[in-house]
């Protein structure tokens, strides 16, 4: 692994990020990258936060991640179980940070290429794409989970989040407990030990984000449920709430 950003310390910041971009192709107009999208969301939450973003598609990764308060993997249009060298090289420092418990969240992407590092499962969803808004019930292991981890404290027991996927995690790696699933995707996060947090949905997308993927990277749709899609994006999410967690599981002590 080798590094391309400048580290430095700062003992006036309350947090420090790296972001590990796994989608270096990706750009939205005025929203930027997956990394960019994952500063913004933490910049918002905490203005004073460091957020340092690693391309790891080619090869760029934190030389020391115990430096960062937590490291987040970003969504991304590659398949975790693709063949690609640089997948194989991410999963290895997936595990290297699991053994050391480092603080490590997985965004969509992120989710599944985490649970995949560690023994679980991923593939084609065989019910297809989950587009847009989406609601689903806490479970109440996860709740208990998330309230270790990041104060979650029962203030959310269903959680509304956009989604661009049709991948998905179809077994969890062991001793990782699921926070809950809809009817088209059973695993929408996971809890593994107090070190490990993932959402297959997105709380660094905004409506206009998921608006333009769905326009340009959706397989094809039907003008119904494009409709319905668009019409779903425009309700509100609980993203800042997510963004609020992920700061405090990664201040946590």
């Not at 308060?69 to 969504?75: E, H, P, Q, Y």
């Not at 479970?139 to 998905?168: M, V």
């Not at 593994?192 to 608006?211: N, R």
């Not at 094809?220 to 609020?244: C, G, L, Q, W």
Request: proline content about 4%; glycine content about 8%; some cysteine.
């Amino acid at each position: 692994y080798h590094s391309t950003v400048h580290e430095h310390t700062s003992h006036l910041c309350l947090m420090r990020i790296a972001v590990l971009l796994a989608d270096n192709c990706l750009q939205i107009d005025k929203h930027g990258s997956f990394g960019d999208m994952c500063r913004n969301m933490f910049k918002e939450t905490d203005p004073r936060a460091v957020v340092n973003v690693y391309d790891v598609v080619e090869g760029h990764y934190p030389e020391d991640p115990m430096k960062y308060s937590g490291v987040i993997i970003s969504g991304s249009t590659h398949s975790a179980y693709g063949g690609d060298d640089w997948l194989q090289v991410l999963q290895d420092y997936i595990r290297m940070m699991d053994r050391s418990r480092i603080r490590l969240v997985g965004l969509a992407f992120g989710h599944q290429i985490i649970a995949q590092a560690l023994g679980g499962i991923v593939e084609r969803n065989p019910r297809g794409w989950e587009l847009g808004w989406q609601s689903f019930p806490i479970t109440s292991a996860g709740g208990r989970k998330l309230t270790d981890l990041c104060s979650w404290d029962n203030r959310k027991q269903i959680l509304d989040l956009l989604y661009f996927h049709q991948d998905h995690v179809r077994q969890l790696p062991a001793g990782a407990v699921s926070i809950g699933g809809t009817r088209r995707c059973a695993i929408e996060g996971f809890v593994k030990g107090d070190h490990i947090l993932t959402f297959q949905g997105q709380p660094e997308f905004s409506s206009e984000v998921l608006e333009h993927l769905v326009l340009h990277h959706a397989g094809p749709i039907t003008d119904e449920d494009h409709m319905n899609i668009m019409r779903s994006i425009r309700k509100p999410t609980d993203s800042r709430f997510i963004a609020e967690r992920l700061a405090e599981f990664f201040k946590y002590e």
